[in-house]
């Protein structure tokens, strides 16, 4: 709790911090009363949905605020300096040597016409270093976050390197000046499992050796689980719960954790087991909640005491929460109960909805032949949903632009919907052949037409897919706005007027327009706050037992497809590694480089997790794929020269499962459940 922290001793201390925002001539508080404290050496986690203050108080930290943003309030300190007094000089110093931040994104927060080198070497100069020291240090620093050719990475452009290696230049920067405060807001959203492992991985052990202390912001309480000692989670500027994380993820005293921590699917949970815990409504405007409980308007357990009575910050035990009702939270964190199941006539059809066979995919780059997919083969039941995952740059983006015909795979494909042939090109295809094929998109924000308002949206998208007269389309967009559970009263509204899952709705409405039977989802979720991706999650389930819809669900979170999914194929440089229903996929005999990504720790709740698979360096160039078996380079079961020149069999398995790889299915099961950390066929330490 704050006040086991000494002032003297505590890296970060706010004591009733009030930050405001100036919106229209009035100032809107954003941070309530905020008491917060972190000891050196602490790693804190800070947690709540977009809008709740988490980046807000990232930005007051470094006195960033922007210019209609200002501390109202309390006070606000780091290593002992009052920030909120810091200007010029002072501020600059702070920045310069006592805090650090690593934002979200790290290709906005590297300078795109600098060489990597000379963008590191700036940190060690702003500190009084001379160049060649600077060049020196910034080897060093690379060399310390674990990037194997610090050489060829200094004379490289940000655009060069992958997301994952920009992540660990911006960290290496961040590190240089050896800071007593890091700010990590947001740092492994998108990332693939794998990269955000190592990420995960690197930071703990920097802190570890720099004795640094952390401040954690993030949506994604898999992440604060693992990487945090205590939590504290925020919700529209006022801390709702803090205390030693585990306690807080498994023993939730407030409502708005309790719904969180069910917004995420469990390990091992599937649809069938229950739906996600969706967290009804919105946030509350700025400023608009000045007494009561702030989160009353949303709370399934509140009382008529909460609208006027807010809650103090009790402490406990070593925690603290603001609630009325504390013993009523732990049920909210419990699933709710499943969608009823539809008959299984309707969710399983005697053929294939949908049969791709032998899809490659063949593009053009600087003169050579670039071959992005090779040889993609499966067949996808009407009601059925496969998962597909793998790294960024395995080709699952581009296997859905082929499905949706934006992409003409090369001679020797064949597409085949309902038994009939389906033309490469959309172009091509017959009417309802492009509506029974859909898709929504990672980002509503590039999908969605920003002049428009969202009825004229989702008119244009049923006057191009339906067969609707005109006077019954107006009619089913009230239909479909219900179906998706878009208030009506959005329909006017244009996208910029929404919330990112509001939008993703609309993304998804749009998709229906035309009553699909094949939906492909390319990272839906992945840009959403947990109870977000839940809503969305739990109407894509029930749209596909009401319709008996298929979905090819693209995701890097294993979690969400492991829930939502019925089969699921593993793909790795365009190729497919394994194809089997959810169940054995999850279970061993794996591939190699499905053990791999199932290894990464996604369980916040204390299950007991697969020992970490530690995959070495970045994924090969699609262009220069290597020989033999593509992901040999990498592979911590790999045989020997088998593996380097010759490509894998595919094993097939009972129940219709795959698996390419040189070592027999039997023996990959033997070594995976007996020695998983330290595998038998290890062609060098990783």
């Not at 925690?319 to 299984?344: F, N």
């Not at 204390?606 to 794929?625: H, I, K, N």
Request: aromatic share 4%; charged share 25%; hydrophobic share 40%.
């Amino acid at each position: 709790m704050t006040a086991s922290i000494a002032p003297a001793a505590a890296a970060v201390r706010a004591e009733q911090l009030d930050v405001v925002y100036r919106v229209r001539g009035r100032d809107r508080r954003v941070i309530r009363g905020l008491d917060l404290a972190i000891a050196p050496g602490e790693s804190y986690g800070l947690v709540g949905e977009s809008g709740c203050g988490k980046s807000t108080m990232a930005l007051a930290l470094v006195g960033a605020l922007p210019a209609n943003g200002r501390v109202s309030g309390g006070a606000l300190t780091v290593a002992g300096r009052d920030v909120g007094a810091a200007r010029g000089e002072e501020l600059r110093r702070l920045r310069t040597d006592v805090v650090a931040m690593v934002y979200q994104s790290p290709g906005r927060a590297l300078n795109p016409t600098m060489r990597v080198g000379d963008q590191i070497a700036e940190a060690f100069v702003v500190r009084g270093s001379r160049w060649e020291e600077g060049r020196e240090g910034a080897h060093e620093m690379l060399r310390k976050v674990k990037i194997a050719d610090p050489d060829l990475v200094m004379r490289r452009y940000p655009h060069e390197l992958s997301g994952g290696m920009q992540q660990r230049v911006v960290i290496a920067m961040a590190l240089a000046k050896r800071p007593e405060l890091l700010i990590l807001d947001e740092p492994t959203t998108g990332l693939d499992a794998t990269v955000e492992a190592e990420v995960l991985d690197l930071i703990a052990e920097l802190r570890a050796e720099l004795r640094t202390s952390v401040l954690f912001i993030s949506h994604n309480l898999n992440v604060i689980a693992r990487m945090c000692d205590r939590v504290g989670v925020l919700y529209a500027g006022r801390l709702a719960e803090e205390g030693p994380v585990g306690d807080v993820f498994r023993e939730p005293r407030h409502p708005y954790t309790a719904s969180l921590v069910g917004c995420i699917p469990r390990a091992g949970m599937r649809k069938d087991d229950g739906r996600l815990v969706a967290i009804p409504g919105a946030l509350p405007t700025l400023g608009s909640v000045e007494r009561g409980c702030v989160f009353a308007a949303r709370c399934p357990v509140s009382e008529e005491r909460c609208a006027t009575d807010e809650p103090a910050l009790a402490p406990a035990g070593g925690r603290a929460y603001r609630c009325h009702y504390p013993e009523r939270a732990g049920a909210l964190a419990r699933p709710a109960a499943a969608v009823a199941v539809a008959p299984a006539d309707r969710i399983a059809a005697a053929a294939p909805l949908l049969e791709v066979e032998q899809v490659a995919k063949t593009f053009g780059h600087g003169g050579r032949a670039v071959r992005v997919l090779q040889d993609v083969s499966f067949a996808l039941a009407a009601g059925e949903t496969l998962g597909v995952v793998g790294e960024s740059g395995s080709g699952k983006s581009t296997l859905a632009r082929v499905l949706l015909g934006l992409e003409e795979p090369d001679d020797g494909a064949r597409l085949r919907l309902d038994g009939r042939p389906l033309r490469a090109a959309v172009a091509a295809r017959e009417d309802d052949q492009v509506r029974t094929l859909q898709i929504v998109f990672q980002n509503p924000d590039s999908a969605l037409n920003q002049r428009h308002t969202i009825r004229r949206i989702l008119r244009r998208a049923l006057r191009r897919l339906s067969t609707l007269p005109a006077r019954r389309r107006e009619e089913r967009i009230g239909e479909l706005a219900e179906e998706v559970r878009l208030p009506v009263a959005q329909l006017d509204a244009r996208p910029a007027g929404l919330s990112g899952g509001m939008k993703q709705r609309v993304a998804i409405a749009r998709a229906f327009a035309g009553a699909p039977r094949v939906v492909v989802c390319d990272e839906p979720t992945s840009a959403l706050d947990v109870s977000v991706q839940a809503a969305i999650v739990n109407l894509m389930v029930a749209l596909q037992r009401e319709h008996g819809t298929a979905f090819v669900f693209i995701s890097h979170d294993l979690a969400i497809v492991q829930y939502i999914a019925d089969r699921i194929m593993v793909m790795y440089l365009g190729r497919v590694m394994e194809i089997g229903a959810a169940a054995d996929v999850f279970v061993p005999p794996h591939h190699p480089y499905t053990e791999a990504l199932l290894s990464a720790p996604r369980d916040a709740f204390g299950e007991q997790a697969p020992t970490r698979v530690r995959l070495q360096g970045d994924p090969p160039s699609v262009a220069d794929p290597p020989s033999g078996c593509v992901f040999q380079t990498r592979c911590p079961r790999k045989l020997g020269a088998i593996c380097e020149t010759e490509a894998p069999p595919c094993q097939q398995l009972p129940g219709g499962r795959q698996i390419s790889c040189h070592i027999p299915a039997a023996e990959l099961e033997r070594l995976q459940r007996a020695a998983p950390s330290a595998p038998a066929h290890r062609s060098k330490e990783t």
